[in-house]
């Protein structure tokens, strides 16, 4: 009897033994899943160049974009895929290439990637992979393809993917609606999402503004994630109450119309603006000169200064709202757990080479401003430092993987490389140290020191660009039939071949 009471004993002290250690690892695993899966917000703008302090040392520009600098890393070469909104995007979200993912255009098809190309029915977006993981994931305002000012205009979804969400919220901003003069600055172009045109708001009806209004309910997002949920209460809370949150917030400034409020005009007199120096070499071909000034928008001097001015003043518009995020991630107490990420979706021209806006293969159309702030101490050594290393967009959804710790889990199809080496002040290994960039017929390489730009498929000397950026970094005189290049020419020539060729064919490597 007493034999058998102290057997029961010792079961029950062993049962009772277990199930504190199996809290003890339940609870040890929660705390070590939670410090691997810090939360996460990407921020992006739209038709963003680099001409922004961080990159150019202009001087209050963007405050709010130099203090996240200086708490994490600026990417100087880092390049999009396309230099149009709907496929750029679709790109860094599916973490494919263009040719790939088979998203050329812009469209509103909702599904994006997804539908193009229906083989990857199945491969989940930069924000559904981590909601597949059990992230919060929202989006606020243009992520993928979105009309500006048309769609935004309608409150209109775009060309979404609904399942890389939990949340999403589509701003209905007034933009050409706005409340003052709208004054058209391209007399040859009436379209208002690709002409130029600006509209000085008074700062009191700032808050009317599709940007304004993406903050403010991000904001609330950022709140209802970090609110403390009443004791008792009953009513239904939030959405996976527990888990990290992937916030994609999108600002349409600067994209055009140009619209912000006076305040954001006042520092720039457009007497005090000036234009870039024209230079265009005789042997440029002419698919690289279809965004001159008179091709497209005829705009006087005037109207181009007017133009560079409310494009800055848009910059600083949405620089603000960078800063309303910023302050709300520092007063909830949440910045010291979340990943910030700044982004474009491409670049964009102010006259340079007399070209206008995105859609070339010109430097300022495809190269892109990239800030990665992510707490820790493995990090904090290369904060306000800038990587020189050349990169693609394509590499921000893998290296977000790496971030979060799941590495072992990124898809196999994924076409970029991870910057986590970058984020901790190391360099990039050399036969990655490229860049690949389309845009229609067109097609790019950037490597450390070339940019080579070819227009059809085949090389014949009229249809080609090579640029020296050690000597050149305007891109003002094309080497193609220049002594002393033949070699150069030929090695970047099949460094082309090889990274459109792996491009082409990426969907066999689909798992």
Known sequence: MIHSIVLASLKSIRGLIFKISLLLILLITSFSLKAQKPNILLIISDDLNTNIGPYMNTYEHTPYLDRLAAEGVSFSNIYSQFPLCGPSRASFMSGLYPETNGVLGNNDQLGSYRKETPALANHPSMA???????????????????????????????????????????????????????????????????????????????????????????????????????????????????????????????????????????????????????????????????????????????????TIRAYMASVRFMDEQVGRLLNALDRLDLRKETIVIFMSDHGYNLGEHDCWSKSSLWEGSVRVPVIFSVPGKDFEGAYGSQTKSISELLDIYPTLA?????????????????????????????????????????????????????????????NEELYDHDNDPEENTNLVGEKGYKTVLGTIREKLNEIKSNAQTGLKNLQ
């Not at 349409?252 to 007199?269: D, G, M, N, Q, T």
């Not at 120096?277 to 690289?288: C, D, I, L, Y």
């Not at 990124?410 to 991870?418: D, M």
Request: proline share 6%.
């Open 128 to 306: 559904g992979f981590f909601r597949e993981r059990g992230y919060y994931t929202a989006r606020i305002s243009k992520i993928f393809h979105m009309g500006v000012p048309g769609g935004i205009e309608r409150g209109a979804v775009g060309g979404d993917d609904p399942d890389s969400w939990d949340y999403a919220y589509n701003v209905l901003g007034p933009e050409t609606l706005s409340q003052g003069n709208l004054e058209l600055l391209s007399p040859k172009n009436l379209h208002y999402g690709s002409n130029f045109a600006q509209m000085v708001i008074p700062d009191s009806l700032e808050g009317t503004q599709t940007d304004y209004m993406a903050a403010s309910q991000a904001i609330a997002v950022l709140e209802n994630r970090a609110g403390k949920i009443p004791s008792g209460g009953t009513n239904k809370q939030r959405v996976k109450k527990d888990a990290p949150f992937f916030l994609a917030v999108g600002f349409v400034r600067p994209h055009v119309p140009l619209i912000a409020p006076e305040k954001s005009f006042a520092p720039y007199p457009v007497e005090e603006v000036l234009l870039p120096t024209v230079k265009v070499g005789e042997n440029v071909p002419s698919q690289a000169l279809k965004r001159q000034n008179e091709k497209i928008w005829g705009m006087d001097e005037l109207q181009q200064r007017k």
């Open 402 to 462: 790496d971030l979060t710790g799941f590495s072992s889990e990124k898809p196999a199809i994924l076409q970029g490389k991870s910057l986590l080496n970058e984020l901790k002040g190391e360099k990039k290994g050399g036969e990655d140290n490229f860049a690949y960039t389309i845009y229609n017929d067109g097609a790019s390489v950037r490597t450390d020191r070339w940019r080579y730009n070819r227009w059809g498929e085949s090389a014949k000397g009229t």
